[in-house]
C-alpha cells in the first residue's frame, strides 16, 4: 500500500517585506510539489501510467528494449523515459528483475559556462538486479535467464519460460482517466413495447461501464435513423419485424467499424431474424472470441432472461434472443433473477463495449472455438435444468429447448 506523506501542508503567506530566502524558497515550491505527490498516490496509485513496453530486440540477443514511457512510484514521483532505451539483462543465470527508479541529479554546466546549481534534473535509472527490488522500485519485467540464450517474448504470456519475459506484475495504474465511447440506443418501435425493466436493465449496464473505466456517450433514436455510434444496442419488443432499409443503413454502420448489439425484449425471435441477412457464413468466430475475453472471461456466452435461445455471432455482430437487457436490471414482469445471472449478464455487456475498436474480422482460433462447441451439448443441458420456470404477465419467461425451437421455426 503507498504511504502517503500525510501531514498540515505549509505554505508561503506573502507581505510586504517579505524576505525570499532558501528556506522561504523551499518551503513555496515543496507546497505544490507535496500536493501533486499526494494527488498522484491517492486517486492514480503506483504504476506505470503509459508506454514502457518491454519487448525483445530484433533479432533477439541478451538485451531488451524498453519504450519510451511514464510512471509514478510509490513516493508520487513522476517518472519520463522520453524515448527508447535498450538494457542489457547481464550474464549471470537466475532470475533477474529489470527495474525502473526515479533519480535526481544537478544538470551540467551548459555551454556559457553558467552555474546550474539551483537547477535539478529529475531523471530515470534502468537497471538489471537479480535481488528483490527496493520498495521504491517499479518492476518492469523479470526474466528467468539461462546463460548464453537470447531473451524473447512468451509464448504463452500467463506462464512464461526460461528466457522469456515475464510482464505479469507489471504494476499498473489502477485509477486512470475514463475512456469515452459513443454509444448508439436505438429502440424500434418505442418503449412502451418493452418491459419496464428492459431500459432500466440498459441503464445499469452504463453505470457498470462507469465502474470499469467506459464513459458512454449515448445518442438515442427511436424512429428510422440510425445514430453515428461506435457500438449501436438495438432493441424491441422480440416478435417485432425490423424493415430492411433500417437493417441495411445499421449494417453500413458496421462496416464502418461500428459494432452492432441486437437484444430484443421478450420470447420471440422475430426481431433478431430481421438481421440474419446481415451475418456472411463464418464471420462471427473472431468476434465471439473477442467478446467471451475482452475485459471479462466466459467460456460460452452468460445466460440472460430465457439462456436456452442460442446467439448469433457475425463480424461485429451479436445478435441475442436472450434478453440481456431485462437480465441486467435483475428481473422480468414478477420474475426475479440469480445475483449470479445479473453478474455475469452485465459483465457480458461491459465486454461488448470493451470490444469497440478491436476488429471482429477472421475466423477464431480453432483450438478454442472446437472445445467450446464440443461442450456446447453440455452447457444447453445444464442450462435448462438450472433455468427458473416462472410465469408471468409476460408469458413463460423460460423455455424448454424443443419449445424455443419450435418457436423459432413458426
Request: proline share 6%; net charge negative.
Amino acid at each position: 500500500m503507498n504511504q502517503l506523506p500525510l501531514h498540515s501542508p505549509i505554505r508561503v503567506h506573502p507581505f510586504s517585506g517579505l524576505v525570499i530566502d532558501v528556506d522561504t524558497w523551499a518551503t513555496a515550491h515543496d507546497y505544490h510539489r507535496n500536493h501533486q505527490q499526494l494527488h498522484l498516490l491517492s486517486l492514480h496509485g503506483t504504476g506505470v501510467a503509459q508506454g514502457l513496453d518491454v519487448i525483445s530486440t530484433d533479432p533477439p540477443s541478451e538485451s531488451v528494449v524498453v519504450e519510451a514511457g511514464l510512471a509514478i512510484d510509490s513516493l508520487g514521483n513522476t517518472i519520463i523515459v522520453p524515448e527508447r532505451q535498450y538494457v542489457r539483462l547481464g550474464d549471470s543465470a537466475g532470475l533477474t528483475y529489470l527495474v525502473l527508479d526515479y533519480v535526481e541529479s544537478i544538470p551540467p554546466s551548459d555551454a556559457n559556462q553558467r552555474d546550474t546549481r539551483a537547477r535539478v534534473k529529475e531523471d530515470f535509472r534502468l537497471r538489471a538486479v537479480q535481488t528483490t527490488p527496493e520498495p521504491h522500485s517499479l518492476e518492469l519485467a523479470r526474466v528467468e535467464l539461462k546463460k548464453g540464450a537470447a531473451i524473447v517474448g512468451a509464448a504463452n504470456p500467463w506462464l512464461p519460460q526460461a528466457n522469456e519475459l515475464d510482464l505479469r506484475h507489471r504494476p499498473r495504474l489502477y485509477v486512470t482517466a475514463p475512456r469515452a465511447i459513443s454509444v448508439g440506443l436505438v429502440v424500434h418501435g418505442g418503449e412502451a413495447s418493452l418491459s419496464p425493466s428492459h431500459l432500466s436493465g440498459f441503464q445499469f449496464l452504463l453505470r457498470e461501464l462507469e465502474f470499469c473505466g467506459l464513459r458512454a456517450e449515448v445518442t438515442k433514436s427511436t424512429d428510422a435513423s440510425v445514430p453515428d455510434a461506435e457500438l449501436l444496442y438495438v432493441t424491441a419488443d422480440s416478435g417485432a419485424a425490423v424493415s430492411s432499409a433500417m437493417v441495411k443503413r445499421l449494417g453500413e454502420q458496421v462496416a464502418g467499424g461500428a459494432w452492432l448489439f441486437v437484444d430484443p425484449c421478450g420470447s420471440d425471435t422475430g426481431m433478431v431474424e430481421s438481421f440474419r441477412t446481415l451475418i456472411k457464413a463464418k464471420s462471427g468466430g473472431a468476434t465471439e472470441d473477442l467478446l467471451l475475453g475482452s475485459r471479462f472471461v466466459f467460456g460460452t456466452a452468460p445466460p440472460g432472461a430465457f439462456p436456452t435461445r442460442q446467439l448469433i455471432w457475425g463480424d461485429r455482430i451479436i445478435l441475442s434472443p436472450r434478453d440481456y437487457g431485462c437480465a441486467w436490471a435483475g428481473r422480468r414482469g414478477e420474475h426475479v433473477f440469480q445475483r449470479d445471472l445479473v453478474r455475469a449478464a452485465l459483465e457480458f455487456g461491459v465486454n461488448a463495449a470493451f470490444c469497440v475498436g478491436q476488429n471482429g474480422t477472421g475466423d477464431a482460433p480453432q483450438t478454442r472455438r472446437s472445445s467450446r462447441n464440443a461442450a456446447k451439448d453440455e452447457d444447453e443441458v445444464a442450462e435448462e435444468e438450472a433455468a427458473p420456470q416462472a410465469d408471468s404477465a409476460d408469458g413463460v419467461l423460460v423455455e424448454t429447448k424443443e419449445e424455443a425451437e419450435a418457436t423459432a421455426e413458426t
